[in-house]
C-alpha cells in the first residue's frame, strides 16, 4: 500500500508542487477566502464568540433566579434573555461548531482538497454571521425589541396583536438567513461526502465522524423546510394579516407547533449526531481499538435520524391531541432510545479491553458519554405520556435537554477542540490545564443541571423570571446558580487555554494522538491543498493499518469494500490489481500535468451575503421608504441590499474559477 | 476476545480486578451518600407545587406509574454509570504494556443483546403508558360539576356552568384566580382561552393540560382531601407567565354551597345612586372600576366576562376579601397590598393590563382609601364558606342579579 503519511513539510515552498497561492493571513484574505479550513476556523471562533454572549445570557438568569422575589432583572429583559439564551445556543453557538468540524475536519477525514463547492461554503458563512448579527443587532433597540416569545415562539403569542414590536420580526429573519446558510452547507457537505472521498475509501470505510457529517446534512435539508414554512406563514400574518394561527380567521395556532417541531425534533439529532461523531473518533485513538461495531453504529445513526422525523408530537402530549396520537407518539419517541442505547453500548465496548489514555478529550469524550445518558434516560421518562403531563414546561425538561445538549453535544464539541486542536493550530493545548478544566466543568455542569430535576418535581415551571417564598424553590436554585457560576468560570478557563496555547502549546507533528483517520496523516497545520498526494483508502483505520498491520483475523467480513466497482482480494488487504485500479483513479485525481488545482479566493460571496444582511436590516428598521407595495414598505437599504445581492450572485457566476 | 481477556488475567491477576471493584463500591457509596446529604439539605416542609405529593385519583395513578418508571431509570442509570467508570479505571493503559490491544471490531451477539433487552424494557413502560392514557381520557368525558375556565394574560376565570345545577342549587359563579370545590366530586374543567397559549397545571391535583385559542381542552379532577392546592400556569404566555397562580380551595360540601350561596347573594349595591336600607353604596370612584371588572350585586355591572371579553377586562372581584392573593398570587391579599396595587399596578406587576387605565396619579390617596375599604367589606360574616351569610338580612337577597354568562 501507497504510503499514506504525508512527508513533513516544513514550508509550502519547499514542495515541488506549483500553482498555490501563498497563505496570507491578511483581513482582505479571511475576507475572500474559500479555503475549507479557514471558513472552519471563521466558523469555530464565530460559534464561540456566541456561545460566549449565550453563556453571560445563562449567567444573568441564574443571577436573577439566586434568590426568591428578585427584583434584579426586569420580566422583559428576563424574557429576552431566556429567548436569545436558547437561539442563540442553538442556532449560532452547537450548530456552527459543529459545522466548523465538518469544514475543517471531515474534509480532511476523506482525504479531499476542499468541500464541492467552496464558494457557496464561504457564502454560508457570511450568512451565518450575518444571520447571528440580525439577531443580536435586536439589542441596540431597546429591551422591548429583543425577542422575547421563547425560542420555540409559540403562535399567537408571535402574531402581531400579541407581539406588537419587531422583537418576532428580529427573530424570523434571523433564522430564516441562518437557514439559508444551514441548507447551503448541508448540501455542500452532502455532494462532497459522496463525491470526493479518496480513492478506495468506500462509504463503510469512512470514519464515524464523517459518517454523522453526512447524516446530519441530510437531516438539515429534509428538517429545515419545515421550520422556513412555518417562519413564512408567521411572516405573512404579522405583515399582511393571512391568520395562518388566527383561529378567527380560520387558523389554527396548533399548525405551528406541527410544523416546528417536524422542524425541531430533527434539530436535536441535528445538534447532538456530529457530538456522537467526534465521540466515535476519540474513543477508539485512546482506547487503541477500532471502534466496536462500527457497521451498527451507522446503522443506528441512520436509524436515529429516521425515527427523528416521527416523533415530534412528543413536544406536544400536553395540547389534548387524544390518547391515540400520544400513544403512537410515545412509541415511536421510546423507539429512539434503542439505537441510541446501542451507541452508548459500543462505545463502552471499544474501549473494554483497551489501553485507555485519559487525555483531555478522552475525559470530555468519557463524560459526555455519562452524561448524555442520564439525559437519554430522563427522555424515556417524558416518553411516558401521563408522566410527561408534569415535566412539560417544568425544570426536569430543562435539565433534561442541557444533559443532552450541554452534557452531551457541547461535551463532545469540546472534546473535538481539545482533539483536533493540533492538527489546526500545529501545538497541543495544555494538558493539565485542559484536565482543571474537565473536572471543574464537569463539577459545575452537574452542579448546575442535576438540582433542576428536583426543582422540576417540586412544580417549577420553566421561564418563571420570578417566584416568591415559600414556593419550596429557594434552596435548589442557589445550588443550581452557584453551578452555573462555576460552569461559567470553566467555559473561561477552555477560552483561556485555547487563546494561551496558541502561543505556548507544545508544538507537534503530523499526528500527535496516533490516531487511525486520515486528517492525522498530512501536516499539522495542513498546506492550503491539505494532501500533496490524495492518499489511496483500503482500510477503515488507514493509518493504523499503515502503522501496525491489519489484523486479519478480526477484520469485520460484513464491510463493503470495494474499488471501482471491484471487491478487493482479501478483507482490506489490496492485492495488485486494485493497486492498479487505485493508481489509475489516483493519477485521474492529480490532473496529470496541471499540478495541484486550487481556487481562487473570491469576494463574492462575502457580496452577497451582505445583500442579504441588508435586505432584513432594511426591512427591520425604518429607513426612507423608496418603493411602497402596499403594507409593505421597501426602504432604501433593503433595495439597496436587494440589488447588492443578485450583483453579488451575478458577479460570482461569471467569476472564472481560477486563473 | 476470549483469547484477550485470558492475556489479561494472567497479567494483572485476579487480586488487583478484585481491589479495583471495591474501590469502586466504596465511591460509588461516596457518592450516593453525598447525594442524600445533599438532598436532606433541601427544604423538609412539602413543597406546594410538588407533583410527587398527589392528592387525586388521576396524580396518583401517575405517580403508580413514576415509581415503576423511576426504578427501571434508576436500575439503567447506575449500571451504565458503573460501567463506564469501571471499564474507564479497568482497562487504562499502563507504562508497562507495550503490546496493542486485541483489536476487537464488534460481537454480533453482543450488538443483539443490546438492542434487544433496551426494547423489552420500553415495551414494559409503553403498555401501562397506553392503559393509563386512555384511561385517563375515558374520564374526562364525565364530570358532577362542570367550570369553564379562561386562560387570560395573566390570570384565570372559572364560571361554574348554571345548568349543572346540584341537590337544587344553582351554581353559576363567576371567579377570578381561586376557587371552591367539594371533596370527592368529580370536576369536569373545560379550559379555553381567546388570546395566547396557557397551561393548566394544579402539581397535586393533575398534570398539565393546555388552553389553545379556538380549542376546548376538557380536564377532570376528583380531589379526595380537603385542603388548599395551588395551581400555575406552565406554558410561556408572555411578560407576566410567571405570575399566572391560582389557589382550589377543597372544602366539604356545605361548605361548598354556602360558598356559593354568599356568592349569589352578594349585597345589592349602587356606584351612582344613593344608600338606602335595601342598597350598599360603593364609592365613586368605583365606577372607574366597572369598566373592566364586575362584582355581583353591583349595579351597571357589566363588563364582559368569558370567551368574548377583550384582552383588557379583568377578573370579577366578587367576595375579594376571601382570596389569598392579589394579582395571581404575586400579592399577599391584605388592605396596604390593595392599596399599593390600586396606586400603581404597573409597577407591581409590570407589562398587566391594568396599568394602561391605572397609572400613579389616576386615583387620589383618599380614592384609594375608600375602594380599599369597600372592597374589604365584600366578606360575609363568618368567612365566605360560612353559612350565616352576608351581616344585613336585610341586603342579603335571594333574587340578586346574577350577571349573565
Redesign the interface.
Known amino acids: 500500500m501507497a504510503s499514506i503519511a504525508q512527508p513533513h513539510v516544513q514550508s509550502h515552498q519547499a514542495t515541488a508542487q506549483p500553482v498555490v497561492h501563498t497563505q496570507r493571513s491578511g483581513l482582505w484574505d479571511w475576507l475572500t477566502t474559500i479555503d475549507h479550513k479557514k471558513i472552519g476556523i471563521l466558523y469555530g471562533v464565530t460559534a464561540i464568540l456566541f456561545l460566549m454572549i449565550g453563556g453571560l445570557e445563562a449567567m444573568l438568569i441564574r443571577t436573577q433566579l439566586v434568590s426568591a422575589d428578585n427584583t434584579l432583572i ?3 429583559t428576563y ?1 429576552a434573555l431566556f429567548t436569545m439564551h436558547g437561539t442563540t445556543m442553538i442556532f449560532l453557538g452547537v450548530m456552527p461548531l459543529s459545522v466548523a468540524f465538518w469544514n475543517y475536519i471531515m474534509v480532511l477525514q476523506i482525504g479531499a482538497r476542499d468541500v464541492a463547492f467552496p464558494r457557496l461554503n464561504a457564502f454560508s458563512y457570511w450568512l451565518f454571521l450575518f444571520g447571528g448579527i440580525v439577531l443580536n443587532m435586536s439589542w441596540f433597540f431597546g429591551v422591548n425589541e429583543v425577542p ?3 425560542w420555540y415562539g ?1 403562535a ?2 408571535t402574531e402581531e396583536a ?1 407581539s406588537p414590536t419587531r422583537a418576532v420580526d428580529f427573530w424570523i429573519l434571523s433564522l430564516q438567513i441562518l437557514g439559508v446558510a444551514s441548507m447551503l452547507g448541508a448540501f455542500n457537505f452532502i455532494v462532497t461526502i459522496l463525491n470526493m472521498r479518496a480513492p478506495g475509501m468506500s462509504l463503510m470505510r469512512m470514519p464515524m465522524f464523517t459518517w454523522t457529517t453526512l447524516i446530519t446534512s441530510i437531516l438539515i435539508i429534509m428538517a429545515f423546510p419545515a421550520i422556513t414554512i412555518a417562519l413564512v406563514f408567521l411572516m405573512m400574518d404579522r405583515w399582511v394579516g393571512t391568520g395562518f394561527y ?2 378567527a380567521a380560520g387558523g ?3 399548525l405551528w407547533q406541527h410544523l416546528f417541531w417536524v422542524f425541531g425534533h430533527p434539530e436535536v439529532y441535528i445538534l447532538i449526531l456530529p457530538a456522537f461523531g467526534i465521540v466515535s473518533e476519540i474513543v477508539p485513538t485512546f ?4 471502534l ?5 453504529m451507522v446503522y443506528a445513526t441512520a436509524a436515529i435520524a429516521f425515527l427523528g422525523f416521527g416523533v415530534w408530537a412528543h413536544h406536544m402530549f ?3 391531541l ?2 391515540t396520537a ?2 403512537v407518539f ?2 415511536t419517541t ?2 429512539i ?2 439505537p441510541t ?2 451507541k ?3 462505545w ?2 471499544t ?8 487525555t483531555t478529550p478522552m475525559l470530555f469524550a ?1 463524560g459526555m ?2 452524561q448524555f ?2 439525559g437519554g ?2 427522555g ?2 417524558h ?8 415535566h ?3 425544570y426536569f425538561v430543562i435539565a433534561h435537554f442541557h444533559y443532552v445538549l450541554f452534557g452531551g453535544s457541547l461535551f463532545g464539541l469540546i472534546a473535538g477542540i481539545y482533539y483536533w486542536y493540533p492538527k489546526v493550530t500545529g501545538r497541543v493545548m495544555n494538558e493539565s490545564f485542559g484536565k482543571w478544566n474537565f473536572w471543574i466543568m464537569f463539577t459545575g455542569f452537574n452542579l448546575t443541571f442535576f438540582p433542576m430535576h ?1 426543582l422540576g ?12 417564598e ?7 436554585n442557589v ?1 443550581v446558580s452557584f453551578g452555573g457560576f462555576l460552569l461559567g468560570f470553566s467555559m473561561l478557563m477552555l477560552l483561556f487555554n485555547i487563546g494561551q496555547s496558541l502561543r505556548t502549546g507544545k508544538r507537534v507533528g503530523a499526528n500527535p494522538w496516533d490516531a487511525p483517520t486520515l486528517e492525522w496523516a498530512t501536516t499539522s497545520p495542513p498546506p492550503v491543498y491539505n494532501f500533496r498526494e490524495i492518499p489511496q483508502v483500503a482500510n477503515r483505520d488507514p493509518l493504523w493499518a499503515e502503522k ?1 498491520g491489519t ?1 486479519h483475523e ?3 467480513s460484513e464491510v463493503g469494500i470495494s474499488i471501482g466497482g471491484r471487491e478487493l482480494g482479501t478483507a482490506g488487504v489490496p492485492d495488485d490489481k486494485d493497486k492498479e485500479t487505485l493508481r489509475l483513479q489516483h493519477a485521474a485525481e492529480e490532473d496529470a500535468g496541471h499540478g495541484i488545482h486550487m481556487p481562487n479566493p473570491s469576494y463574492y460571496p462575502l457580496v452577497a451575503a451582505l445583500g442579504m444582511f441588508l435586505l432584513a436590516v432594511g426591512m427591520l428598521i425604518d429607513f426612507p421608504t423608496l418603493i411602497a407595495l402596499g403594507p409593505v414598505d421597501f426602504s432604501i437599504v433593503a433595495v439597496l441590499g436587494l440589488i447588492t445581492l443578485i450583483g453579488g450572485i451575478f458577479g460570482w457566476s461569471f467569476e472564472p474559477a481560477s486563473d | 476476545m476470549e483469547r484477550h481477556s485470558q492475556d489479561r488475567v494472567e497479567q494483572t491477576g485476579q487480586p488487583r480486578r478484585r481491589g479495583m471493584l471495591s474501590r469502586l463500591l466504596t465511591l460509588g457509596t461516596l457518592a450516593l451518600m453525598a447525594l442524600l446529604v445533599l438532598a436532606g439539605c433541601g427544604p423538609d416542609i412539602e413543597p406546594p407545587y410538588s407533583h410527587i405529593s398527589p392528592e387525586s385519583p388521576s396524580t396518583e395513578a401517575i405517580q403508580d406509574l413514576y415509581k415503576l418508571v423511576f426504578w427501571l431509570s434508576l436500575v439503567v442509570f447506575v449500571g451504565v454509570q458503573f460501567a463506564v467508570v469501571y471499564i474507564a479505571m479497568r482497562y487504562r493503559r499502563k507504562a508497562s504494556i507495550t503490546k496493542r490491544p486485541p483489536q476487537i471490531h464488534g460481537s454480533r451477539r453482543l450488538e443483539i443483546a443490546w438492542t434487544i433487552i433496551p426494547a423489552i424494557v420500553l415495551l414494559l413502560l409503553l403498555i401501562p403508558t397506553i392503559t393509563l392514557l386512555y384511561e385517563g381520557d375515558a374520564a374526562a368525558e364525565e364530570g358532577d360539576i362542570v367550570i369553564d375556565v379562561y386562560g387570560k394574560q395573566w390570570w384565570w376565570e372559572f364560571q361554574y356552568r348554571e345548568d349543572a345545577n346540584q341537590d337544587g342549587q344553582s351554581l353559576g359563579v363567576v371567579t377570578g384566580n381561586e376557587i371552591t370545590v367539594p371533596v370527592g366530586r368529580e370536576l369536569q374543567l373545560n379550559l379555553q382561552t381567546n388570546n395566547v397559549i396557557h397551561s393548566f397545571w394544579i402539581p397535586r391535583l393533575s398534570g398539565k393540560l393546555d388552553l389553545i385559542p379556538g380549542h376546548v381542552n376538557t380536564l377532570s379532577i376528583t380531589p379526595t382531601e380537603v385542603g388548599e392546592y395551588y395551581g400555575e400556569c406552565g406554558e410561556f404566555c408572555g411578560i407576566q407567565h410567571a405570575w399566572m397562580r391560582f389557589t382550589i380551595n377543597v372544602v366539604p360540601e356545605d361548605e361548598f354551597y354556602a360558598w356559593v350561596n354568599n356568592w349569589r347573594t352578594s349585597p345589592p349595591t349602587t356606584v351612582r345612586g344613593e344608600a338606602t336600607d335595601q342598597v350598599v353604596k360603593a364609592p365613586d370612584a368605583f365606577a372607574v372600576c366597572l369598566g373592566c371588572h364586575r362584582v355581583n350585586g353591583v349595579e351597571g355591572s357589566v363588563a364582559p366576562q368569558g370567551i368574548e371579553a377583550p384582552r383588557f377586562i379583568g377578573p370579577n372581584l366578587t367576595m375579594l376579601p376571601c382570596r389569598e392573593t392579589l394579582a395571581a398570587g404575586m400579592l399577599e391579599n391584605t388592605p396596604e397590598n390593595l392599596a399599593i396595587w390600586l396606586n400603581d399596578p404597573g409597577a407591581v406587576k409590570p407589562g398587566n393590563y391594568m396599568a394602561d387605565a391605572i397609572q400613579p396619579d389616576t386615583l387620589t390617596d383618599e380614592q384609594i382609601a375608600e375602594l380599599v375599604e369597600y372592597l374589604y367589606s365584600l366578606e360575609p360574616e363568618g368567612g365566605c364558606t360560612s353559612a350565616e351569610g352576608w351581616t344585613d338580612p336585610s341586603v342579603a337577597s335571594e333574587a340578586a342579579p346574577v350577571p349573565g354568562s
Not at chain 1, 418535581?457 to 416568591?468: E, K
Not at chain 1, 414556593?471 to 435548589?476: L, P, V, Y
Open positions: 426586569g420580566p422583559n424574557n422575547n416569545q421563547g409559540y399567537p403569542l400579541w388566527a383561529p389554527d395556532p396548533l482506547s487503541r481499538k477500532p466496536f461495531g462500527y457497521s451498527v400536553t395540547t389534548g387524544g390518547p400520544n400513544s410515545s412509541a421510546m423507539t432510545a434503542i442505547g446501542v452508548i453500548f459500543n463502552l465496548g474501549m473494554t479491553f483497551g489501553q485507555i489514555k485519559f468519557v458519554i455519562s445518558t442520564i434516560i430522563s424515556v421518562m416518553a411516558v405520556v401521563p408522566l410527561d403531563a408534569h412539560n414546561d417544568s428536583f418535581l417540586q412544580g417549577m415551571p420553566r421561564r418563571y423570571y420570578s417566584y416568591g415559600g414556593s419550596g424553590w429557594e434552596f435548589w445550588v501496525y489484523d478480526n477484520e469485520d
